[in-house]
């Protein structure tokens, strides 16, 4: 699996530019006091025309940045090449006005001049990869150009009086010694800026990994624990079908054989009272009641029988449309539309053939019967080959079933019909996990409910 890579936020690239134009407010208001005490208090003489010019167009794109983050930037959202696009132009216009500034106030002679390396720490924290190098480029160059050409004289030198002497301006070495260590100082402070800022980068790589590789493990682990449950449910339910298996077995044999002589002799008296028309309904109902305890003591029989599959390759498939077409003409299911979405190339899998059919017929039945007024049975087959498992759905349209009754419905003898034993859906079960497989239960109510039987294909 491909990791996603690690960027740094937009939002957090889109604040630090906001905090950027606040902090030039700043400058500007220190700028108005410098210039202020320079000119009151200490009596320099500057060129004010050229450095107010500077500070006004500082003003103006300012301004425009402002407007941006505040307008614009709140109501869409920015992409991280235009965030990239801006961050370039913000510190490429503070360098050339601090640089031009400078100039105008004396040059090489100004210390402000230096200020230089803070911008290229700003660089450093908003620019990626070679942008801050190529603004660091740009500051050297201009400065070489500007102090090359005041020195050949063919643009003014404006010294600052009072400041330096102005034999400071034609000693050579100073200048040679000034620029290197300026050169010096910006190529050192975007070298080392920009290592602190690759490291960052990289233990914020480490810690995005580090989350993600935590929120897998915690994926797995809730994965593995929601298992965990559903194995303790099996082995609480496979002892209790145990139990109840054997408690069958013994009570159904010991009704079974009153209960035969019963329907027995109530079939003699209902033929000894043909005329007798009170004594024909009250002996019908005795039949149909005790026919009825016949059918759930056959229930528990067959519950309490639950053999080993005899497994064998068969179509699966085939046992399917067998069942189905079982049904499919029966009168009970004249309102029911049966949908098949079956693919094809399905692999043969080992199972009881019978028994599959019995898991089936009572899936299919039991739908039928949410279905009172008629609705619609979707059956699929889809085989998953990286699980190497089948599912077989059964999707009715019924009323569904509650959240609280899908956690009962595979205990024995629960039952939400009026006729039924309870029994259908336990037997399906545990012939479902002798088969090595598992038989889910989805559904919300008015929502129709959805059965999975899932089997292993070896």
């Known amino acids: 699996m491909v990791m996603p890579i690690y960027k740094p936020s937009e939002d957090e690239l889109q604040a630090r530019l906001g905090w950027c134009v606040q902090l030039r407010w700043v400058f500007l208001l220190v700028l108005t006091l410098l210039l202020f005490f320079a000119i009151k208090g200490f ?33 869409y959202k920015p992409s991280a090449k235009s965030l990239r696009i801006e961050a370039n132009l913000q510190i490429g216009l503070d360098l050339l006005a601090l640089i031009f500034m400078v100039y105008f106030s004396g040059g090489l002679e100004n210390p402000f001049l230096f200020f230089s390396v803070f911008h290229m720490v700003l660089g450093s924290i908003f620019l990626t990869g070679r942008d801050i190098w190529y603004q660091a480029i740009v500051c050297f160059l201009l400065v070489s150009v500007l102090v090359g050409l005041s020195w050949f004289g063919i643009i003014p030198h404006y010294r600052i009086d009072g400041l330096t002497a102005i034999e400071l301006w034609h000693n050579t070495p ?34 995005f990994d580090l989350t993600l590789q935590l ?9 593995a624990n929601e298992e965990l449950v559903r194995q303790q449910n099996l082995l609480i339910q496979s002892e209790k079908l145990a139990s109840l298996g054997n408690l069958s077995a013994g009570i159904a044999h010991e009704l079974n054989s009153p209960l035969t002589g019963i329907l027995n002799f109530s079939h003699f008296i209902k033929e000894e009272c043909a005329d007798q028309e009170q004594v024909q309904k009250d002996i019908d109902i005795v039949i149909r009641e005790t026919e009825r ?12 029988r639950q053999s080993q599959p005899e ?18 003409y029966h009168k009970d299911f004249r309102n029911i ?8 190339n399905l692999p043969k899998i080992l199972f009881d053939e019978d028994q599959m059919q019995q898991v089936f017929m009572n899936l299919i039945v039991n739908a039928q019967q949410a279905m009172v007024e008629g609705g619609m049975l979707r059956i699929s087959a889809i085989y998953h080959e990286q699980r190497r498992v089948l599912d077989i759905v059964f999707e009715d349209t019924g009323p569904g079933i509650s959240q609280n009754e899908i956690q009962k419905i595979f205990d024995p003898f629960y039952t939400t019909k009026d006729m039924g034993t309870g029994l259908g859906l336990s037997i399906s079960l545990g012939i479902i996990e002798n088969h090595g497989g598992k038989l889910i239960a989805e559904s919300h109510e008015g929502m129709g409910a959805v059965f999975s039987v899932r089997l292993p294909v070896q």
């Not at 010694?177 to 233990?203: D, K, P």
């Open 174 to 207: 100073r200048l040679i010694t000034v620029m290197a260590s300026f050169t010096t100082i910006i190529l050192l402070t975007v070298y080392m800026t920009s290592s602190i800022s690759r490291s960052l980068h990289r233990r914020g790589q480490d810690l």
């Open 337 to 344: 539309k049966f949908i098949k979405d079956i693919r094809d």
């Open 293 to 304: 305890c016949k059918k759930i003591i056959k229930g528990l029989l067959d519950f309490a």
């Open 215 to 223: 929120d897998k493990k915690g994926t797995e682990l809730e994965e």
């Open 311 to 328: 497994k064998k390759c068969h179509d699966i498939i085939a046992v399917l449309n067998k069942t189905i077409s079982l049904v499919a």
């Open 43 to 75: 009596h320099f003489k500057l060129p004010l025309f050229p450095i107010l010019l500077i500070a006004g167009m500082v003003l103006l794109y300012n301004c425009f940045f402002y407007l941006l983050h505040k307008g614009f930037f709140s109501r």
